[in-house]
């Protein structure tokens, strides 16, 4: 089984500043990750995701992430924040080459982008 | 292309009542999941189908709740009796099936409220 945390519940940060969340996995096989951004009271939204290759991983609205196999983490980052990034930001895992995807989700960030 | 579309985006019950939910997947989407999002916590899978077959309900708690895609289109969740920790999120989600690469689409959710 797959599990995933996300360490901060809740990040502010002042607008144009960076920002990082932050995500730990765990599981006894290989993996792929995902961040999803969930705007209020809407579903969630790929960002961005790592199936295989480079570790670093670019998303849509300048996102992007770093799977980092020894330390189980694949943190999300952006180097300048607008208002609109304001949202919950949930990190997901799935066994690799199952074919058949299920997605265990963290419990969420939610980031106030702050004028 | 057309997302995937849920109703009712709102409902409001008392407990012991009955609900059901509907979803519409993306065209030629093999693979349909409902998860279950309570506040301040991420999506938990509730049931997968594939076309119109159960691949997973292990987590879908038979007693009250239950679900169908009978032609391996639309689905509807039900959930009968209802109790209060029934409040949440009922989020739909598709893809592909075999050989996509584990991207999953999102609706933008039916919130039920149990008083």
């Known amino acids: 089984a797959q599990s995933v945390t996300q360490l901060d519940s809740q990040v502010p940060v002042f607008e144009e500043a960076p920002v990082e969340l932050r995500c730990n996995y765990s599981s006894s096989v290989s993996v792929y990750l995902f961040w999803y951004v969930q705007y209020p009271n809407q579903g969630l939204q790929l960002l961005l995701k790592y199936l295989s290759g480079s570790t670093l991983v670019k998303g849509i609205n300048g996102f992007e992430a770093e799977f980092n196999k020894s330390q189980t983490s694949f943190h999300l980052r952006k180097p300048s924040v607008h208002i609109s990034d304001t949202a919950e930001y949930f990190c997901?895992?799935?066994?690799?080459?199952?074919?058949?995807?299920?997605?265990?989700f963290g419990k969420g960030t939610k980031l106030s982008v702050i004028p | 292309e057309a997302g995937v579309a849920q109703s009712p985006r709102y409902k409001i019950i008392e407990k012991r009542q009955s609900v059901a939910f509907w979803c519409n997947p993306i065209?030629?989407?093999?693979?349909l999941y409902w998860y279950q999002q309570i506040l301040g916590q991420g999506p938990k899978l509730l049931i997968q189908f594939q076309n119109n077959g159960v691949v997973d309900d292990s987590q879908l708690p038979k007693d009250r709740f239950s679900a169908e895609r009978l032609k391996g289109v639309d689905s509807t969740l039900k959930i009968q009796p209802a109790k209060l920790e029934d409040s949440a999120v009922y989020l739909c989600a598709s893809n592909q099936g075999t050989g996509n690469t584990g991207e999953l689409f999102f609706g933008e959710g039916s919130r039920l409220t149990v008083l």
């Open positions: 065209s030629g989407h093999a693979t």
């Open positions: 997901a895992v799935t066994p690799s080459g199952a074919g058949s995807y299920q997605l265990t």
